[in-house]
């Protein structure tokens, strides 16, 4: 299967050459040029099946015919090593917890499959230079991907985050492990921290000299496996009898998530409707409302992983639908929720159902609540991260101390290893070329 840009400007790309380059040479993001779906019998029989049966069912009818069958199903369980259940938490409103992955995010499957499929196309094509891989992170990427591609041959992965900008919990998370990842501390901000990477990758001589990737959610290796938990968790819905009026709200940030699941329903996965939930950071919903799409900066929020003012799947959504704002409405739903009404959320739910949210499954617990489900719908919103990840809020919203799960607490008795560089880019520069 071919690759496309969605700028339509640059030359299709194999899977493999779309995953080694991660952004289209246009600066478009490559879109798969079919959907394969999957036939109602299949959708129906899910129930009977395993968390890794389904994910490799999807996973072939994507990649399978790129690579290697059963190196596929060994990167599917590998990358599947704990579970995304479906917890019941008021009703007909369920949360499909993501956060039971070794940085207790749900960025650790895209990350962990993404990892395992580079470094298979690393060895099928024999690249004999080590390819490095630059993150930039507020926060919660670093951790995935740092941990997602830990030991894995031939990659080296540059975490950049802004220094003293990131709690101690996420530093830990990327900048104790040593071996083939480095923590860059650059002293600025988030922005920065981005910046930097860009310029790396519009450096020519850096590209010449240095095979560079991205591991952001534009790499189709590691958006795309997001779709596996959606046919899970209709598969644990349909064991209970639940799946039938299905609506599913996803916490959204740069829309990678979200994009994920409306291919799961392209796919054939009978969703009725998606919920994109935001913060603050509404230019999401915005659009849905006027048609028109303006980025803006972004706003600091609790749920920080979702402060995102243009968000960079949004060219996959428009391009799945062909434009049509029409088209989009009626099968995505939108809504924003301030700081003040996310720790509203958090209290309330922890006080009446004896379930603690992290501020972004706030968001998307309240917008299933404001929808009032008609009787035999069922709501289900992505918990995406634990909320010990985001102790000091969740403490001061609750009044109770999150217990932190033993992964969070290994990591914070790592030894914080970080380079220092300044924001210019020459510097950076200078350090990428003195790792040749
Ligand atoms: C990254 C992240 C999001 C946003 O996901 P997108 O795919 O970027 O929309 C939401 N919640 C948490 C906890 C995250 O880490």
Not at 170 to 196: K, M, P, R
């Amino acid at each position: 299967m071919k690759y496309y840009s969605t700028n339509r400007q640059a030359p299709p790309a194999s899977l493999e050459e779309a995953v080694i380059r991660g952004l289209a040479g246009d600066g478009g993001l490559y879109m798969p040029e079919r959907i394969p779906t999957l036939e109602a019998a299949a959708i129906r029989s899910l129930k009977d099946k395993s968390f890794h049966e389904i994910a490799d069912r999807v996973a072939q009818a994507f990649f399978g015919e790129d690579m290697d069958p059963d190196a596929l199903t060994a990167i599917v369980q590998d990358t599947l090593s704990f579970d995304t259940p479906v917890v019941q938490v008021d009703g007909a409103i369920y949360s499909l917890e993501l956060f039971h992955g070794p940085t207790l995010a749900f960025k650790d499957v895209g990350a962990r499959f993404m990892a395992r499929m580079l470094g298979y196309f690393i060895r099928r094509k024999g690249i004999d230079r080590e390819v490095n891989v630059l993150v930039a992170t507020s926060g919660d990427t670093g951790g995935a991907v740092a941990n997602g591609f830990l030991g894995i041959p031939r990659i080296r992965v540059f975490v950049l985050y802004p220094g003293g900008k990131v709690s101690p919990i996420q530093e830990c998370q990327f900048a104790t492990l040593g071996q083939n990842i480095t923590a860059v501390e650059i002293d600025g901000t988030f922005d920065d921290c981005q910046a930097l990477v860009k310029a790396a990758f519009a450096d020519g001589e850096l590209n010449r000299r240095l095979q560079l990737t991205s591991a952001n959610s534009i790499n189709v290796a590691r958006f795309l496996p997001q779709s596996f938990y959606y046919f899970h968790a209709f598969a644990q819905l349909d064991r209970a009898g639940r799946a039938g009026n299905l609506t599913v709200c996803v916490p959204s940030g740069n829309f990678g998530n979200l994009t994920a699941g409306l291919f799961a329903r392209r796919m054939g996965l009978p969703v009725r409707q998606f919920i994109a939930a935001n913060n603050r950071n509404d230019v999401f919903l915005e659009y849905l409302r006027t048609g028109i799409y303006t980025p803006r900066p972004s706003v600091a929020t609790l749920a920080n992983a979702m402060d995102v003012g243009n968000p960079s799947n949004f060219a996959r959504i428009l391009d799945l639908y062909g434009h049509d704002h029409a088209a989009i409405i009626q099968q995505v739903a939108g809504c924003r929720y301030t700081d003040e009404q996310i720790a509203a959320t958090v209290r309330e739910v922890c006080r009446a159902h004896r379930y603690l949210l992290d501020p972004h499954g706030a968001c998307g617990y309240q917008a299933l609540l404001d929808r009032r489900l008609q009787p035999g719908e069922t709501g289900l919103f992505l918990e995406t991260a634990h909320p010990a990840k985001f102790k000091e809020t969740v403490d001061r919203i609750t009044g109770i101390p999150v217990e932190i799960p033993p992964a969070l607490q290994a990591f914070m008795q790592g030894k914080k290893q970080s380079i220092p560089l300044g924001k210019d880019i020459e510097g950076f520069k200078r350090f990428l070329l003195a790792q040749e």
